[in-house]
């Protein structure tokens, strides 16, 4: 009946999810040929920084396209390989306890769990599994091993590296596998017919690329005007003018491309843009507090240019659970 | 055991590492495992020597160590590159001393002097002859995780008898706590690898390990540690 789609290549993604690839490409293109330009321009001038920050970003898009175009479940498991990379990167940053090596390996065995509940799309389990059975899981372990001296410490950085780095990331791979309900509280504004039929690339391609717009609309509207420091003590970067400016362009953006990619219409693409830009801010605060903590400068070196992969998914680790909830309340 | 050599040392003398199945070894299993489960930052890769001969001095923590320092070198300069370990723990069993000698590629070091034929530092010195780049752990043994020890006085012995050969010093930090000495069980950490600037022997032996401890000590203090009790 429905087989007009599936029968094509890369059925599961819409028209529309593959021109925002696209056009994710066009944009790379642009951001490399200004790159070369300055780098021709402006000789004296040290680009070597902008240039792996852009080829970064080429590995990084081209990884996710790739895994999008491939299937749902191919994007799933990135996704799980990603929360890998930024809880080995966690764990290697903070002090940990040698009798806690084993309840750190049950930590990561908890990856391919969670993501399995995630390809299962069974949201119940999702939605408990690391803060209701980890909770309780890994304390047990950690009391079999019998170490009190620095246990809260011990139990607490390791829970609170599993929410960010595990459970709310994988909000983001849950979006691929989300249903719109027989009765949703808004009824859902479909760009086509088919679209209906697979709506979760295009509201993870909307999510990723609202939340790193945002993230360098804020840096470059700061660079700009920016004054006033909202936290200078976590990050001297962090502007009031940067993010107005940054909420206000991802605000327009998510008004331009939330309504062609999803069944988001205009007032709830609005409300996705702010709520982005608004988690995103803090979302990226709270990664740089954690390296001020800690006495370090990057949280790694994985992504040349950006620093770890901790760096780079900062504010998507607070943005994915709060656009996520937002999407699943209005249509879930 | 002053006697004829014995079974291991005819076997250590006769044979070195088999090309094709160290290839694959380090290919299919080592570069998998140390940069995609582990995963390394390494500061100053250009202070990497490009080809040998050459002598790479690093702390030992775990028996990761020497598989992290193979990999910074890349598949191309495989065959070049030879880590020291102890003969006593490597050669333990005929299996492992095949698996060490054949697929690992050691140079198997006497750390107590067995026969009356040869010095124990020999294989190496005929190693760093060959051009080969040799990898020595001059704490002697992997000791308590993450926890330094002393260097031994075998490194400046190297030094001079290879007075033009390039020594590298590098600092490795993760690996203690990947595969601490007496655990089987391996926990992901990113190792962090900082390379040192290069030295040469300098004509007095308290004075080259001087300026080789100064040397590692201001690497080791390049990087953050965070602690691990």
């Keep these: 009946m429905n087989d007009t789609q599936s029968n094509i290549w890369f059925g599961h993604l819409t028209l529309e999810a593959r021109g925002a690839l696209l056009c994710i490409f066009a944009v790379l293109l642009i951001a490399s040929a200004i790159s070369i330009s300055l780098v021709r321009l402006k000789p004296a001038g040290d680009w070597t920084e902008l240039r792996a920050r852009i080829r970064t970003w080429w590995v990084i898009a081209v990884l996710v396209a790739g895994a999008l175009l491939l299937s749902p479940d191919a994007a799933i498991w990135f996704f799980a390989f990603v929360s890998f990379l930024a809880l080995k990167e966690y764990f290697s940053l903070i002090p940990t306890r040698r009798a806690d090596r084993r309840v750190l390996f049950w930590a990561y065995l908890a990856i391919p769990v969670q993501y399995l509940w995630v390809s299962l799309q069974w949201y119940g389990m999702f939605i408990i599994f690391v803060p209701v059975y980890l909770f309780l899981l890994l304390p047990a372990r950690m009391i079999l091993i019998g170490q009190t001296k620095g246990f809260l410490r011990a139990i607490g950085t390791v829970q609170w590296g599993l929410m960010g780095t595990v459970f709310f990331l994988s909000h983001a791979a849950f979006l691929l596998v989300l249903e719109v309900s027989k009765s949703p509280r808004v009824s859902p504004a479909w760009p086509h017919e088919l679209a209906a039929q697979y709506p979760g690339p295009g509201l993870l391609l909307l999510l990723l690329v609202l939340t790193q717009s945002n993230d360098v609309a804020q840096y470059l509207w700061g660079k700009s005007l920016g004054r006033r420091k909202i936290a200078p003590l976590v990050s001297p970067g962090k502007t009031w003018a940067g993010f107005l400016g940054g909420l206000a362009t991802t605000i327009i953006l998510a008004a331009l491309i939330g309504p062609r990619l999803t069944m988001l219409d205009v007032p709830r693409s609005l409300v996705a843009g702010a709520i982005i830009a608004i988690s995103g801010l803090f979302g990226d605060l709270n990664i740089s507090a954690l390296k001020r903590d800690l006495g370090v400068k990057d949280a790694g070196a994985t992504l040349p240019g950006h620093g770890g992969v901790l760096d780079r998914v900062d504010s998507l680790i607070f943005t994915a659970p709060v656009f996520f909830h937002f999407v699943w309340y209005s249509y879930g | ?229």
């Design chain 2, 1 to 229: 055991m002053d006697e004829a050599p014995s079974k291991l040392d005819l076997q250590v003398d006769t044979q070195g590492p088999q090309p094709v199945l160290r290839y694959l070894f380090y290919l299919l299993i080592v570069r998998p495992v140390m940069l995609i489960v582990m995963g390394m930052n390494v500061r100053h890769l250009d202070r990497l020597p490009k080809s040998g001969p050459a002598l790479i001095v690093a702390n030992h923590n775990s028996h990761l160590d020497a598989l992290a320092l193979v990999t910074l070198f890349g598949m191309s300069r495989l065959h070049l590159v030879r880590p020291v370990a102890a003969a006593d723990y490597f050669l333990s069993s005929s299996w492992f001393a095949w698996f060490s000698i054949r697929i690992l590629g050691i140079l198997p070091l006497d750390r107590e002097v067995r026969s009356k034929h040869r010095h124990s530092l020999d294989p190496i010195s005929e190693s760093l002859s060959r051009g080969e780049i040799v990898l020595l752990f001059p704490e002697g043994s992997r000791g308590e995780p993450e926890k330094r020890q002393p260097f031994q006085q075998g490194i400046a012995h190297l030094a001079k008898r290879h007075p033009d050969v390039a020594i590298v010093p590098v600092f490795l930090h993760g690996l203690g706590k990947a595969l601490p000495r007496g655990e089987g069980l391996l926990v992901p950490f990113f190792c962090d690898v900082f390379i040192g600037e290069s030295l040469q022997w300098n004509g007095n032996r308290a004075d080259f390990m001087d300026s080789l401890c100064t040397n590692y000590d201001a690497l080791a203090s390049e990087a953050k540690v965070p602690e691990f009790e």
